[in-house]
Nanobody, 126 residues
Framework: QIQLVESGGGLVQAGGSLRLSCSAS????????TAWFRQAPGKEREFVGG????????YYADSVKGRFTVSWDNAKNMVFLQMNSLQPEDTAVFYC???????????????????WGQGTQVSVSS
């Protein structure tokens, strides 16, 4: 059974940091495009950051550039999202998503990803 499980969410004050983790079972992140998305109440799901298979480049939404960092531990088959300088507008449910292997996709398009986790809540107080 293929499963992505996010963890590490919680409540933090503005200016604080959190590190989200995404573990995969039943698949490997190798050869897949993988990303973090988030969805705030009443808003559409939006791209946060991710990476493409075969590329050294990571991709980030403008709103999180310089504050968030996506990383990947191949040995542990886990993906991470380090979030620094959190602001109340970062409050959302954060999701990990990954694509089919070896298939080029539009990294910023949620519909392009095949597998999703259940999400983890991040709340930032002012």
């Amino acid at each position: 059974q293929i499963q992505l499980v996010e963890s590490g969410g919680g409540l933090v004050q503005a200016g604080g940091s959190l590190r989200l983790s995404c573990s995969a079972s039943g698949i490997s992140f190798n050869r897949r495009n993988t990303a973090w998305f988030r969805q705030a109440p009443g808003k559409e799901r939006e791209f946060v950051g991710g990476f493409s298979w075969g590329s050294d480049d990571n991709y980030y939404a403008d709103s999180v550039k310089g504050r968030f960092t996506v990383s990947w531990d191949n040995a542990k088959n886990m993906v991470f999202l380090q979030m620094n300088s959190l602001q109340p507008e970062d409050t959302a449910v954060f999701y990990c998503a990954t694509s089919l292997p070896g298939v080029p996709i539009d990294n910023y398009n949620a519909a392009a990803y095949q597998y999703w986790g259940q999400g983890t809540q991040v709340s930032v107080s002012s």
